[in-house]
């Protein structure tokens, strides 16, 4: 009898219990030698995740840091986390000690779904990330380039310009959902081409929106690597292996396509596809560039252009509707700009100051990576005065930093004006407005976002004009936000655009 209450699940539960708990001694007695960040005190096993629940990650560290400092360190199961909230200590990370903390660490999503790390966005730091930094300037995002896909934002515009004029200015359309397609149909276009980006079009657009779900999910197998096993339990390991295949087979069938045609270097329907290609025969790069390296960083390019860019022009209608002066005196200059034309051309949009302005107001509050992309400490190195040992994750919260009073004057509110006189230029690194993060994994993607965002703002400025529907006031307009690989808007933006003129 006594024995069936010790069944093998129980025992297993006791053995996994007492190894944990004799790493957390181990460890704790090793730290003791290091001036560690402060920061809240830790339970066993799984660290501090009881002072993080129930509030937004960012949030809540922003609020940690008001009783800690700018730099605190936090536990989540096995994983030692340094959280930054100062534009002087973002700089000492991104740029003192840039090379320290230039790596990524490992991912379930990057191994299993971006061949084994193979993209850019969470390779390590070293000769094969930083090919692919080149072959991005070199290659792939030139002005010349960007400038080439002014025909495909123009598509993508106009499309989206008629799928909103369908609704007859009376019907409410789900903004959220169309910007999504945009971003995705801009990113597909530009990689694959235009017969390229209709191969299995729906399935592949399926499987982005399931990889931005578990990529920024919180899996708690995440924070215990050394428990394998989990991922196998869960299902997690299964379903991102799934989405691995179904991205590889799709991929594929498209490289097949480029290969079984000539496109020739500065073709005008050269894609971003062809050139790798092209560069993989050449062998231009100093790494073999293999074929999972560019399925690698084709997938960089759906997942750092597609859900970011939706995310902005969300949060930058959800301002304009909240503050209806604002989204006038934008429309005022748009139309102004194009001056009765029936349609926007990139050269009318160059020069839109105040709409530009916008743009960072937006990125500043409701910046996609709050956290930027998580870093890595490679070797033990003094911050602040404090030791950070090697293997912990640093997240910078530029959220919290582009609140930061003493930065910004009243952080809180929509003020586009501040940005007047271009005190901070995008791309710049600027230490108090890090919307692309810093140092030199510095988005690769910031002219071809904002050539993007600025594209369809204008466009939707101009043919339409925005409501909510009816029955709702724009103070009513909730600001709620969910965090998962971005943040995003928690529910749906439902807007009514009447036609122009
Ligand atoms: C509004 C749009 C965008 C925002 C706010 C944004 C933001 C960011 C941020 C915060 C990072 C991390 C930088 C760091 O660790 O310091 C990043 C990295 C990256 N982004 Fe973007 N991004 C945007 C658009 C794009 C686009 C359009 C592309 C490509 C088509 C792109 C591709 C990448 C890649 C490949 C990386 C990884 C760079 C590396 O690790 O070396 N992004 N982005």
Sequence with gaps: METSQLSIPSLLFTFIFLLLLFKILWNSRKSRAHKLPPGPWNLPIVGSMHHLAGELLHRRLHRLAMTFGPILRFKLGEINFISITSPELAREILKTHDKIFACRPPLMSSTYILYNNSSLVFSPCGKYWSELRKLCAMNLFTNKRIKGFGQIRQEASRNLVERIRAAEGTLPVSMSELFLEVAYLTIAKA?????????????????CKEFFKLAGG???????????????FTGLKARMKGIHKLFDAIMNEVIEMHQSRTVNEGDPDEDLLDVMLRLQREGALDIPLNMDSIKAVVLDLFLGGTETTAIIWEWIMTELIRHPDIMKKAQLEVRNAVNGKTIVEESDVHTLPYLNMIIKESLRLHPPGPFIVPRYCQETCEVAGYTIPVGYRVIINAWSIMRNPKSWDEPESFRPERFEGNPFDIGVTNFDFLPFGGGRRICPGISFGITSLTNVLANILYHFDWKLPEGKKPEELDSDEILGLSLTRKNELWLVGTPYK
């Design 218 to 232: 919180f899996h708690l197998q995440e924070f215990f690597p050394s428990l394998g096993f989990l991922g196998d």
């Design 191 to 207: 990689a694959f081409g235009k017969d390229g980006s209709s191969v299995h079009q729906k399935s592949f657009f399926t499987a």
